[in-house]
C-alpha cells in the first residue's frame, strides 16, 4: 500500500510540473506573429540587398528565387512544429490526467475498504473487482477466522487458568470437587454438574450442583454401568445430545421443569489411571468443539491433582504416625542411655578380666597352632555350635574341602550355599542333638562350592553341651560326593536295564563293526530266536527283514560320519504281519567324545498310523461338511454389493473366526423400506452359524409378516420366537443361547431412521461430530431372571440428514486383543478412527478399518467373529 501511494504521488508531481510549460493560447499567437515579424525582415533583406522598395510587387518577385522559398520554410517550419508538438502534449496530458482520476477513485475505495476492515465493519466489506480489494478482503476474512480461533483458545486458557487456580487453593477432596464443580459449570454455563471419585472400583459422588446450589444427594455408580460408568470404563469422554425421557435427576439432574439438551461425561485420569468421573449437563443442544476441546484438557489437570491430594492425605497420615514414633523413640532413648552407662561399667569391669586372660591366652597359643595344623591337613572338617545354633568353632580344612575363603563371609549352616533340603537335613538333625544331650546322629545332604559344583556331605553330630570343654553340639563332616555318583550310576543301569527288559519297544546296541552288542527281550516279536543268541552277531546275519538291515547299515555309515541322532520309519515284516516301526538312532559317545556304539530304539507305529489316517479321513469329512455349511452361509448371507443396490455409499467389514461364523449381516427391502442388522449369536463357529440361521429366518419372517412394526417391537417379536424355538419358554429350560444385534429401519422417503439394539450401539457421523445411542442392556433369547419384569427394548426415531453415516459392529471388533501392551481394541479407537479425518468417505472408512483391525492383532489370535457395517445415507 505504502508504494503504491508512493507512485501516484510521483505521477501527480510529473504532471502538474509538465502543465507548468505548456503555452497558452495567447503565447500561440505571439509565436506565429514572430514567426511572420521574422519573415518580413528576411523579405526586407532580400529587397535590400536587391536595393529594391518594399512592395507587394518586390515581394512576388524575390520568391521567384528558390532560395527565398528554402528560407520561408525554414522560418514557418519551427513555430509549426512547436505548435504541434504542444498539441500532441496536451492530449497525452489530458489522458494522464483521466487515468490519475481514475487510479484516485479506486485507490479511496481501497483506503475506504481497509478501514472497513480495520473497524471490524463487515457490513461495508465489498469486493471492487480489483487484485487488491480481493487481496483485503481475503486477508480480512483470514485475519477474522484467526481472532475467532485465539478468542477460542483464549477461552481455553483462561478457562485452565480458573480450575488450576481453584485446584491450587484446595487442600482436601471434599472441598476439591464442590470448588472445582462450581467453577465449570458457571465458565461453560451448565445447568447442573457432579463430581465422582473412584474409591474401591466404584465411582462414588462427591458433590452435586445444580442453578447455584449445591445439592446433598450422594451415591455409587459401578463401573461400566450408564453414561457415567460406561465414561469410566472406556476412560473416554461421552457428549450426547439425544436425551431419554425417563432420564432421572440421579444421574442426569433434572432440575425444576426444565431438562438439559446436552450431556457432557469427562473421565478425570492421571496418566491414563482412572480417578473420577465429571458429568455435566446443558439447556443448548449443541457444543461447540472448543468447549469439548476444553473439558478434555482440564480432565488430566483435575485428575493429577486428585492423585496428588490422595498422596498428599496419606502422607499427612504417614507424618502423624512418624511424629508418634518419634515420641516413642524419645522415649525409648533415656533408656538407651542408661543403660549404655551400666554397659560401659560393665566394660571397665571386662578390660580387667581380659588382662587377667592374656597371659593364660599365651599359653594356650602354642597348643592351638600345633592343632590348627592337623585340623588344616584333615579329610574332614569339625564344626561346633552352641544352642541357639550359632557356629563357634569350625577347623581350616573347611576352606579346603567346600572351596571358600576369608574373604566370601560364608560359614555354617549358610542358607545361601546349602540347598533347601540340606538346610531341612541340618535343621532337624540339629533339633534331635538339641534333645538328646549326648545323643549322636548322622545325616546326609548336598552343598554348594564356590565354583558352583554341588556336593555330598555327610555329617555325624553329637550333643556335648554337657561337657566343659566343648559346652556345644559338634559336627564331624567329611565329602562322600564321589562314593554318591558311583551308587547313583549303579542305580542308573539296572533302572535302565529294567526299562530296557520291560520295553515294547525293540532295542538293539551295535557296535561299530556291526555286531550286536544287547537286544532285549523286545526282539524275540521280529526274530524268530532267543536275545541272548543274537548277542555277538552282525545285524546281516539276522534273519530279519532285509529293508531292516539296509536301514541299519545305512544308519551307521551315516552316523559315523555325523554323529547325529535320527529318526526314521521303515516298514518291515514280521510275525504278527506287515508293521511300521519309528526307528531312533542313538549315538553313544566314549568318555573322550569318540563314538563307541549306536543304540537303536524301534517302536511299533502301526497302529498309531491306522488311527492318524481315520483321524484325517474324519477330518475331511468334517471339514467338507464346514464348508459346505460356509457356502449355505454365504449364499443366503447380504454381501456388500446387495446393500449398496440401494446404498451405494456402504461397506462391510466381516471377518469370522472360523470357516462358519455366530455374526452375520442382514438386509431387508420392502415397500420402500431397507431393514439392515449387525447380529452377533451365542459362540462361534458351527453352534454360533446354528443359532445365526435360526436368527436368519426369524428375522425374515417377522418383517415381511408385519410392514407397520417399530425396530423395538421387531426385536421383541424375535426374542420371543427365539425363545420358543430354543424351548427355552418351558420349564426346566437351561440353555441361554440368543444373540446380540443392533438393528435400523431407514425410510428414505420421510428421511427417518428407527434404531433398537440388544446390548449393541448405534454411531451417528455428522459433519464430523459423533452421536451415539445405545441398545438396551438385555438379549435375544436366553431364560429370563425369575421374579424380574422383563422390559421392552427401547426405540430411538432419528431424522437423518443427506451425507450423514452410521455404523453398527458387533463385539468382537472392540473386544480383539492386540497391540504392544495386548489390550482389547474398545470402542474408544472406533470413535477415534470415525473422527479423525472430517469428510472421510465409507470406501475410505472401509480399508482404515481392515488396516487398523489387522495391525492392532498383530500376532494374536482373532478372538471373535468380526461385523462391522457401514452406511451413508
Known sequence: MTALFKKRNIKETWIKHFSLHVLHPRDRYLLLLAAMLLLFLSWSGFLSFLDRPVSFL?????????????????????????????????????????????????????????????????????????????????????????????????????????????????????????????????????????????????????????????????????????LIGAAAYEKALIYRTEIPDDYCAITSGLLGEQKPKSILVVPLL???????????????????????????????????????????????????????????????????????????????????????????????????????????????????????????FESPSVKRILGYNDEDAVNGMDPDILTPRGLKTINSLFLYLLETPGGEQTAQYTYLRKNGEKLFLETKGKNLLHDPAIRGIIFNTQDITERKRAEKEERMKSRMQSLSENSPDMIIRINLLGKLVYVNPAVARFVNVQPQELVKKRINELDIDGRFIEFVEEALATIKLEQQQTITEVPMTSEEGERIMEIKSIPELGEEGELETVLFVAHDMTEFKKIEEDIKEKNKKISDSINYAQRIQTSILPQTVHIQNSFPRSFIFYRPKDVVSGDFPWFFEKDGISYIAAVDCTGHGVPGALISFIGYFLLNNIVNAQTDHSAAQILDELHRQVRSTLKQDQEGALGRDGMDLALCIIDKEKQTLDFSGAHRPLFLLRNGELNEYNGSRKAIGGIPLRKKIEKDFENHVINYEKGDQIFIFSDGLPDQIGGPDRKKFQPRRIREILTGTPGTSMAQFSRQFSQEFYEWMGEEKQVDDVLLIGIEL
Open 58 to 226: 518586390n515581394l512576388l518577385y524575390i520568391h521567384g528565387f528558390f532560395p527565398v522559398w528554402i528560407l520561408d520554410l525554414l522560418i514557418m517550419s519551427v513555430p509549426l512544429a512547436i505548435l504541434a508538438f504542444l498539441n500532441k502534449v496536451e492530449q497525452k496530458t489530458a489522458r494522464a490526467n483521466q487515468n490519475m482520476a481514475e487510479l484516485n477513485a479506486r485507490i479511496s475505495k481501497n483506503i475506504d475498504l481497509a478501514n472497513a476492515l480495520k473497524q471490524n465493519n463487515w457490513d461495508n466489506i465489498r469486493a471492487l473487482g480489483d487484485p487488491l480489494s480481493e487481496t483485503l478482503l481475503d486477508l480480512g476474512k483470514n485475519i477474522r477466522s484467526s481472532k475467532k480461533k485465539e478468542d477460542e483458545q483464549n477461552w481455553i486458557i483462561n478457562g485452565k487458568e480458573i480450575v488450576s487456580d481453584i485446584l491450587r487453593n484446595s487442600h482436601n477432596l471434599e472441598d476439591l470437587s464442590l470448588s472445582t464443580l462450581k467453577s465449570i459449570l458457571r465458565y461453560m454455563d451448565g445447568i447442573q454438574g457432579a463430581f465422582y471419585m473412584l474409591n474401591n472400583r466404584r465411582l462414588e459422588r462427591k458433590a452435586m450442583y445444580a442453578y447455584g446450589r449445591r445439592r446433598f444427594e450422594y451415591h455409587e455408580i459401578e463401573i461400566g454401568k450408564g
Open 270 to 392: 492421571q496418566e491414563e489411571e482412572l480417578q473420577g468421573v465429571l458429568e455435566i449437563a446443558f439447556l443448548h443442544k449443541t457444543l461447540p468443539g472448543y468447549m469439548i476441546t476444553f473439558a478434555n484438557e482440564i480432565s488430566s489437570i483435575i485428575g493429577q491433582t486428585i492423585y496428588n491430594l490422595k498422596i498428599t492425605t496419606r502422607t499427612e497420615l504417614l507424618l502423624v504416625e512418624s511424629q508418634q514414633m518419634t515420641a516413642t523413640l524419645r522415649e525409648n532413648e533415656n533408656q538407651l542411655r542408661n543403660n549404655a552407662q551400666e554397659m560401659i561399667a560393665a566394660q571397665e569391669e571386662l578390660e580387667r578380666s581380659n588382662k587377667m586372660l592374656e597371659s593364660q591366652i599365651q599359653e594356650v597359643a602354642h597348643s592351638r597352632k600345633r592343632l590348627e595344623a592337623l585340623l588344616t591337613n584333615a579329610s574332614e572338617f569339625i564344626s561346633i555350635y552352641n544352642e541357639h545354633q550359632e557356629l563357634v
